[in-house]
C-alpha cells in the first residue's frame, strides 16, 4: 500500500513538474509526452529530495521524503496554475496538424507495432520481477550504498579505503564509493516503501524507466513532427533492441537512464529552439541535462556536450562556422599531437592515476575501433548500425535543411568522437577490446541515435528526384 | 513514407531484372558461404560421417543407463556436473570437423559442453561450450576450435548448471543423449552449424548488460552483419543493373530494413522467450524470501549471512575486511553481508600506513595462502603479518580478530 503510494507521488510529482515547464497537456501527444516525460523527471526529482530530506536517518525515507514530494508538487501545481494563460499556449508540431483521426491503415500499423512493444515488455517485466539482483556491477556497485543505507538505518558517508580504515568515525566504503548517489536515493526510498530489502521491488524504476522512456519517444517524435506510424516504429525500434532490452530484464545498470535523460533534454532544448517565450522548456532541458551528473560520473562529459552544443544552437550562422573550424581544427591538433608526440606527452603524464582508466598514457590504441564494428557484430542493436549508415545518405538534402537534425547529429558526432578519443587514444581501450564498457557507453547515444534518424525521415517539403 | 510507396517506378526490362536476381542470389550465396565457413567448391553434403549412438558413450561422472541405442543420464556427480565420452581411433580432426548432436529432453538450466582428447596430448582434455541442442538436431564448426587438429582419441560431453546464472539447488532433471556425429565439412553441415549459432537458445550472464553474446563464446559471423551486406549488396545490384534511381532506392531500403529488422526481432524475441521460460523455472511460485537464496553463488550467500549474524552479534561497530581467492567471491560476500560495515581486505592492505585498530574482523572465505599459527597469534599471507585471534573457523569461512588479545573476550 505505501509502496503503491511512493509510486503514486513520483508519478504526480514528476508530472507536476513536466506540465509546470511544458505546459498543460491539451492533446493525447502532450499528454504521452506528460506521462513519459513525467515518469522519468519524477523518479529523479524523487531520489533527489530524498537525498535531500532524510539527514542522517536512512530508515524512514518515506516519512521524510514524501511530505516534501507532496511540498513540492504543491508548489509547482500552484505556480502552473498562476501561469496556466501562458502555459495553455498549445505547441502543437507539423504532425499533430492533421484533422481527424488516423486512417485504418495506419491504425492496423500502430496497433501491430503495439502489439510487437507488449511482447518485449511482458518477458521483461517476469525477468525483472521474478530474480534476485543479476549483473555485475548492480550488486558490486550500483546497489550497496541503498542496501547499506536501509538495512542500517544511518546515511553513513562513503569513503576511500584509506579514510575508513583510520576514521574513528561511522564511514562506509566500497570499490565504488565515488559513484554519484541519485539511483541510490530512489532505491533507499522505494526499500522503505516497499518494507523490506527486497531487489525486484527496488528496481521497478527500470521498467517504469522503460515504459516512460517509449511514451517520451513517441510524443517527441510527434511533437517534432513525425506522422503516427513513425513515431511508433521509432518506439518500437527501441523496445526491441536485445541491449537495451537486457537492461530492463537484468535492471541495475544506469546507461540507460543516461541514453533517456539525454534524449528527454534535447527533445526539451529543440522544442524550445521552436517556442522561445516557453522558458520553462529550457529550464527542463538544463535540469534534465544536470542530473546526468548525478546519475553516473560520465553524465559530466555529456553535460558539457550538451551545453556545448546548446551555446552553439543559440550562435549567429558566422559564429557557428567560426565555432565548428575551431573545435575541427583543434581537434585534428590534439589528434596529431597525440599521435607524434605521444612520449613526450606521456613523460609529462606520468604518474596521472584516472578512476576507470589507470595510469594515462595516450596513444594510439587500435582496438578502440571495436566500438564501431561492434555496432555490426553482436546481436545487441539489430540494423541500427546499418540504419545510421545509410539514412543519412539517403536523407541527405533533408539534412542539410533541416536545423534541428543537425544539431541533434551534431551532438551525436561530439559524443561518438568523445568516446573515440577515449578508446582509441586512452588506456580505456582496454574496455573496448574486451568489449565490456563500450556498447553500454553506445546506449546512451541510443535513443538520441533513433530520434535523429526520425527526424532525418520527417516529411520534406524538398523536391524529390524519380 | 506512404508517399514512397505510391511513386511510380521506371520500368526495367525482363532480362535486366533475371540479371539481377541472380547476381543476388550469387551475392547471397556468397555471404552465407563466408558466414558458415565454407567455400564455393565445398561438397554440398558431407563425404565421410563417424557416426556414434548415445549408447556407446560411458558414463564418466553422474549415473545413467542405456535406453535402446541412447544414453538415459538420471543424476549427476561431484558439483552437480555429469560427464560422459567415448574413446575413438582414426578420428582426424580435419576430415571431422562438422559435430552434430541430438539430445532428447535436454533441460534448458543445464550447460552443455563438448570435450575431446588428441593422441599427440592425452593428458590434456580441451572442452568446447556448445550451443543448448534444443529438440532437432544441433550442429557445431569445430573448425572454430583452434585445438581440434590432428588425431582425436576421445570425445565426449560434460553437463552442468548453467554457470552464474542457474542456483545449484535447481533439481536435476533427466536427459537422453541420442547420437553423435562427426562429418567432413559441407556447404550443409556449415549452414547447419551456422543456424544453430543464429537461432539456438544462448543463456543469460554476467555479460548480458554489455553485450548480447558471451566473450569466451565461439561465434560465427553475426545475422546482423550478414544481413545488413546482404541489403546493401541488393541496392548495389539494384542501382547498377536496373537502374533503381532515388525513390526506388529509399523504398527497397525501406522494405529491406523493416524485413531485416523484423527477422532479427523474431530470433530476439524467441531467445527472449526461452531465457525467460528459464527463469520462470526456477522462480515462479515462489516467496522473495525464497527467490533470494536462489543464486548460483548461494555458498558465498550462507557462508556471508553466517558472518552477518556472529559479527552483528558482537558490540559496537566494528570495521570489517573481507577476503576470497576471488575478487568476484569477495565482493560477493560483501554484498550479502550488508548492513555489515565492512570493506574488501586488499584495497584497504595496500594503503594501510599503521597496524589496524584491534578488534577489527578479517574474513577469509575460500582462500588458500593464509596461515594461522595459534603459538604466535599471527595470521600470515605472503607480505601480510596480522597479530589476530581466531573467532571462527569452518573450514572454507575463517574468521580472525586483530589482537591485542588482552582487549578482546573469548571467542564464541
Redesign the interface.
Given at each position: 500500500m505505501i509502496y503503491a503510494l511512493v509510486w503514486l507521488a513520483i508519478l504526480a510529482l514528476g508530472m507536476a513538474l513536466v506540465a509546470a515547464a511544458r505546459g498543460v497537456p491539451r492533446s493525447l501527444v502532450q499528454w504521452m509526452v506528460l506521462a513519459g516525460e513525467g515518469a522519468i523527471v519524477g523518479m529523479l526529482a524523487a531520489g533527489i529530495v530524498v537525498g535531500l530530506s532524510c539527514g542522517a536517518d536512512s530508515r524512514n525515507a518515506v516519512e521524510h521524503g514524501l511530505p516534501w514530494m507532496f511540498g513540492l508538487m504543491a508548489i509547482v501545481v500552484l505556480l502552473a496554475w498562476r501561469t496556466r494563460r501562458a502555459s495553455l499556449v498549445n505547441s502543437v508540431g507539423v504532425a499533430e496538424r492533421s484533422a481527424g483521426g488516423p486512417e485504418r491503415h495506419t491504425r492496423l500499423i500502430v496497433c501491430f507495432v503495439i502489439a510487437?512493444i507488449a511482447?518485449?515488455l511482458l518477458?521483461?517485466l517476469?525477468?525483472l520481477l521474478?530474480?534476485?539482483v543479476?549483473?555485475?556491477?548492480a550488486?558490486?556497485a550500483w546497489?550497496?550504498k541503498p542496501?547499506?543505507w536501509?538495512?542500517?538505518?544511518h546515511f553513513?558517508a562513503f569513503v576511500?579505503?584509506?579514510t575508513?580504515?583510520?576514521s574513528a568515525d561511522?564511514l562506509?566504503?566500497?570499490?565504488a564509493f565515488r559513484y554519484p548517489e541519485l539511483s541510490s536515493w530512489l532505491q533507499l526510498l522505494l526499500a522503505d516503501g516497499y518494507g523490506?530489502w527486497?531487489?525486484?521491488m527496488v528496481l521497478v524504476p527500470w521498467a517504469v524507466l522503460f515504459v516512460g522512456l517509449l511514451l517520451a519517444m513517441y510524443g517527441l517524435s510527434r511533437r517534432l513532427g513525425s506522422?503516427t506510424?513513425?513515431a511508433v516504429i521509432a518506439c518500437y525500434?527501441l523496445a526491441?533492441m536485445?541491449?537495451i532490452?537486457?537492461?530492463i530484464?537484468?535492471a541495475?545498470?544506469l546507461d540507460l537512464w543516461i541514453g533517456a535523460v539525454i534524449l528527454l533534454s534535447l527533445g526539451a532544448w529543440l522544442e524550445w529552439r521552436r517556442q522561445p517565450q516557453r522558458r520553462g522548456l529550457l529550464v527542463l532541458a538544463f535540469a534534465l541535462a544536470w542530473s546526468l551528473v548525478l546519475l553516473k560520473q560520465e553524465g559530466a562529459i555529456w553535460l558539457l556536450v550538451l551545453i556545448a552544443v546548446g551555446v552553439y544552437g543559440q550562435l549567429g550562422a558566422v559564429w557557428q562556422r567560426r565555432d565548428l573550424w575551431f573545435a575541427a581544427s583543434t581537434l585534428v591538433l590534439l589528434v596529431l599531437m597525440v599521435l607524434v608526440f605521444h612520449g613526450w606527452i606521456n613523460d609529462r603524464l606520468a604518474g596521472i592515476d584516472v578512476p576507470g582508466i589507470g595510469v594515462l598514457q595516450l596513444g594510439w590504441y587500435p582496438g578502440g575501433l571495436t566500438l564501431i564494428t561492434?555496432l555490426?557484430?553482436?546481436?545487441?542493436?539489430?540494423?541500427l548500425?546499418?540504419?545510421l549508415l545509410?539514412v543519412p545518405i539517403?536523407r541527405w538534402r533533408n539534412l542539410c535543411a533541416d536545423r534541428e537534425a543537425q544539431l541533434l547529429g551534431l551532438f551525436l558526432l561530439a559524443g561518438w568522437i568523445a568516446l573515440l578519443l577515449l578508446f582509441c587514444f586512452t588506456p580505456a581501450a582496454k574496455w573496448a577490446e574486451?568489449?565490456?564498457?563500450t556498447?553500454?557507453l553506445v546506449m546512451q547515444l541510443v535513443p538520441t541515435m533513433v530520434l535523429w534518424l526520425i527526424l532525418l525521415?520527417r516529411?520534406s517539403s524538398l523536391p524529390?528526384?524519380? | 513514407?506512404p508517399?514512397l510507396i505510391t511513386?511510380?517506378f521506371?520500368p526495367s526490362s525482363n532480362g535486366r531484372r533475371l540479371l539481377f536476381a541472380v547476381a543476388l542470389a550469387a551475392s547471397w550465396l556468397i555471404l552465407l558461404g563466408w558466414a558458415a565457413g565454407v567455400s564455393w567448391n565445398s561438397p554440398l553434403k558431407p563425404q565421410e560421417t563417424q557416426h556414434f549412438d548415445g549408447a556407446q558413450l560411458r558414463i564418466v561422472m553422474g549415473g545413467g543407463a542405456e535406453d535402446g541405442n541412447a544414453l538415459q543420464i538420471g543424476a549427476v556427480g561431484e558439483q552437480r556436473t555429469a560427464l560422459q565420452s567415448v574413446l575413438v581411433t582414426n578420428l582426424r580432426a580435419e576430415d571431422n570437423a562438422i559435430l552434430r548432436y541430438r539430445f532428447d529432453q535436454f533441460p534448458r538450466t543445464l550447460e552443455l559442453a563438448f570435450l575431446f582428447r588428441r593422441s599427440d596430448a592425452p593428458d590434456d582434455v580441451h572442452v568446447v561450450t556448445l550451443p543448448w541442442p534444443g529438440t532437432l538436431q544441433a550442429a557445431f564448426d569445430l573448425r572454430d576450435v583452434p585445438e581440434w587438429r590432428g588425431e582425436i582419441s576421445e570425445i565426449g560431453f560434460v553437463e552442468s548448471p548453467t554457470p552464474q546464472l542457474i542456483p545449484t539447488q535447481t533439481p536435476f532433471a533427466p536427459f537422453r543423449i541420442v547420437s553423435i556425429d562427426l562429418s567432413s565439412p559441407s556447404w550443409l553441415g556449415g549452414l547447419r552449424a551456422l543456424r544453430q549459432d543464429w537461432f539456438g537458445y544462448r543463456p543469460?550472464g554476467?555479460?548480458?548488460?554489455?553485450?548480447?553474446?558471451a566473450?569466451d563464446m565461439i561465434r560465427r559471423p553475426?545475422?546482423?552483419?550478414v544481413?545488413?551486406a546482404a541489403?546493401?549488396t541488393m541496392?548495389a545490384w539494384g542501382a547498377l543493373l536496373i537502374g533503381w534511381?532515388?525513390?526506388r532506392?529509399?523504398f527497397m531500403?525501406v522494405v529491406a530494413?523493416a524485413f531485416?529488422?523484423l527477422l532479427?526481432?523474431a530470433?530476439?524475441?524467441s531467445?527472449?522467450?526461452k531465457?525467460?521460460t528459464t527463469?520462470?523455472q526456477v522462480?515462479?511460485g515462489k516467496s522473495?524470501d525464497e527467490?533470494?537464496k536462489?543464486?548460483p553463488d548461494d555458498d558465498v550467500l550462507r557462508a556471508a549471512e553466517r558472518a552477518k549474524k556472529i559479527i552483528a552479534a558482537v558490540p559496537g561497530?566494528p570495521?570489517v575486511l573481507v577476503h576470497s581467492g576471488s575478487v568476484?567471491e569477495a565482493?560477493?560476500f560483501?554484498?550479502q553481508m550488508?548492513?555489515i560495515?565492512a570493506?574488501?581486505l586488499v584495497?584497504?592492505l595496500?594503503?594501510?600506513?599503521?597496524p589496524?585498530?584491534e578488534g577489527t574482523f578479517i574474513i577469509l572465505y575460500d582462500v588458500d595462502g593464509w596461515d594461522y599459527s595459534a603459538k604466535t597469534r599471527q595470521l600470515t599471507a605472503p607480505g601480510v603479518a596480522l597479530t589476530a585471534v581466531p573467532w571462527l573457523d569452518e573450514g572454507t569461512l575463517r574468521i580472525f580478530r586483530i589482537a591485542p588479545v588482552s582487549t578482546i573476550s573469548d571467542a564464541p
Open positions: 510487437l511482447l518485449h518477458p521483461l517476469v525477468e521474478l530474480r534476485p543479476f549483473p555485475w556491477d550488486w558490486a546497489m550497496i542496501k547499506a536501509y538495512l542500517g538505518g553513513d576511500d579505503p584509506a575508513w580504515i583510520t561511522i562506509r566504503t566500497t570499490p523490506e527486497n531487489e525486484p506522422s506510424t513513425v525500434a526491441s536485445p541491449l532490452d537486457a537492461h530484464a537484468l541495475g545498470y561492434a555490426f557484430q553482436h546481436d545487441d542493436w539489430h540494423l548500425g546499418l540504419t545509410l539517403v574486451s568489449q565490456t564498457a556498447n553500454r525521415l516529411p524529390s528526384r524519380v | 513514407m508517399k511513386t511510380k521506371p543469460w554476467l555479460y548480458a548488460v554489455s553485450m548480447e553474446s566473450p553475426s545475422l546482423i552483419i544481413l545488413s541489403i546493401i541496392l534511381r532515388e525513390q532506392a529509399k531500403l530494413i531485416g529488422w532479427l526481432d530470433t530476439w524475441l531467445q527472449l522467450q531465457r525467460v527463469t520462470w522462480y515462479a522473495w527467490r533470494r536462489l543464486v561497530t570495521k568476484v565482493v560477493r560483501y554484498y550488508l548492513p560495515n570493506a574488501l584495497p584497504v595496500a594503503v594501510l600506513r599503521a589496524l585498530a
